[in-house]
């Protein structure tokens, strides 16, 4: 059974940065896309990011593109969120879920199987 285990999140100033990592165990990460997500206080769980299980391909929600970046390690199973000129809006917990799929990154949290715990990160002076 694949397990997800988010870490890197914390308290930065606007501007700042921070990565996210996404571990797994009890399986190899190869056949998964994954996805990141997040949550705000009394908002709806949204999309930020997802890659494809060989990482050739990568999806942004709109308000993160050109600041975060998704990679991913497949021989260290992790994958990665490289966030950059946060803003006090990308105050969140963030998420990371997996789902097999042979080429293409689901956007839709509905389709994601398996789920981190959570990592919280703060955006704030």
């Known amino acids: 059974q694949l397990q997800l285990v988010e870490s890197g999140g914390g308290l930065v100033q606007p501007g700042g940065s921070l990565r996210l990592s996404c571990a797994a165990s009890?399986?190899?990460?190869?056949?998964?896309?994954i996805g990141w997500f997040r949550q705000a206080p009394g908002k709806e769980r949204e999309g930020v990011s997802c890659i494809s299980r060989t990482g050739r391909i990568t999806n942004y929600q709109d308000s993160v593109k050109g600041r975060f970046t998704i990679s991913r390690d497949n021989a260290k199973k992790t994958v990665y969120l490289q966030m950059n000129s946060l803003k006090p809006e990308d105050t969140a917990i963030y998420y990371c879920?997996?789902?097999?799929?042979?080429?293409?990154?689901?956007?839709?949290?509905?389709?994601?199987?398996?789920w981190g715990q959570g990592t919280q990160v703060t955006v704030s002076s």
């Open positions: 879920a997996a789902v097999q799929r042979r080429i293409m990154c689901p956007s839709s949290v509905h389709e994601y199987i398996h």
């Open positions: 009890g399986s190899t990460l190869d056949s998964y896309a």
